[in-house]
């Protein structure tokens, strides 16, 4: 998608702090943070969501959270870490590309809002 945040910082079109990326996905550093450690898991193939994706899709997405488990002393997630994928605004999903937030680096609130 031309016009999806997501995808230009993909294709390199917006600067991002990138913490890894594969053929797969990317791994960038969250502009509002949510905890000390608070990183955005994106696929690079453009789908809005856990809803709307294909059976592929869906495979991708199962490599590219296998890999997070092999970066979590690069990500500095030792102690544990939360992962956390919204669908919809009202779920507090504000961009149409799915994306997993990461969060971990301090002791998360365990209550749901």
């Given at each position: 998608m031309n016009d999806c945040i997501f995808c230009k910082i993909i294709r390199g079109e917006i600067p991002s702090q990138k913490f890894y990326e594969d053929e797969d996905?990317?791994?960038i550093a969250d502009i509002a943070p949510q905890a000390p450690k608070h990183y955005l898991m994106i696929p690079k193939e453009h789908y809005?969501?856990?809803i709307?994706?294909?059976d592929e899709q869906?495979?991708?997405l199962g490599r590219c959270l296998k890999k997070v488990s092999?970066?979590?002393d690069r990500l500095g997630?030792?102690?544990g870490f939360r992962l956390v994928s919204n669908k919809g605004a009202v779920a507090g999903q504000t961009v149409g590309h799915l994306h997993v937030h990461i969060l971990g680096g301090a002791t998360l609130n365990t209550t749901m809002a």
């Open positions: 996905m990317i791994i809005p969501d856990i709307a994706m294909t869906a495979v991708t092999t970066l979590v997630l030792e102690d």
